[in-house]
């Protein structure tokens, strides 16, 4: 099992970046793919961006997609995702979320942090 915890969210003002940390507690980090989800009050869990194994293949959300990027270090066991260009609507708890399957989507992960919320105001 993965523990995960995220780090870096808070109030933003819209227009504005910020990155969020996930730090994994578990040997072969570089086992999993990476990810983030996010949900919104009142809406479903959906998919933002995830990263593969060695960090060569990345994927988006069309929702965030050309102002997000993700990244890893495996050598600390750490995911990070630098959002850009904040919009109210991406005010959302984010998650942290790891995955030995592919593809990235929410049956398939192993394990989820226990969430960060992420405000950005108008």
């Known amino acids: 099992q993965v523990q995960l915890v995220e780090s870096g969210g808070g109030l933003v003002q819209a227009g504005g970046s910020l990155r969020l940390s996930c730090a994994a507690s578990v040997r072969t980090f570089s086992s999993y793919a990476m990810g983030w989800f996010r949900q919104a009050p009142g809406k479903e869990r959906e998919f933002v961006a995830t990263i593969s194994w060695s960090g060569a293949s990345t994927s988006f959300a069309d929702s965030v997609k050309g102002r997000s990027t993700i990244s890893r270090d495996n050598a600390k066991n750490m995911v990070y995702l630098r959002m850009n260009s904040l919009k109210p609507e991406d005010t959302a708890v984010y998650y942290c979320?790891?995955?030995?399957?592919?593809?990235?989507?929410?049956?398939?992960?192993?394990?989820w942090g226990q969430g960060i919320q992420v405000t950005v105001s108008s």
């Open positions: 979320a790891a995955s030995i399957k592919w593809p990235f989507i929410i049956s398939n992960v192993a394990s």
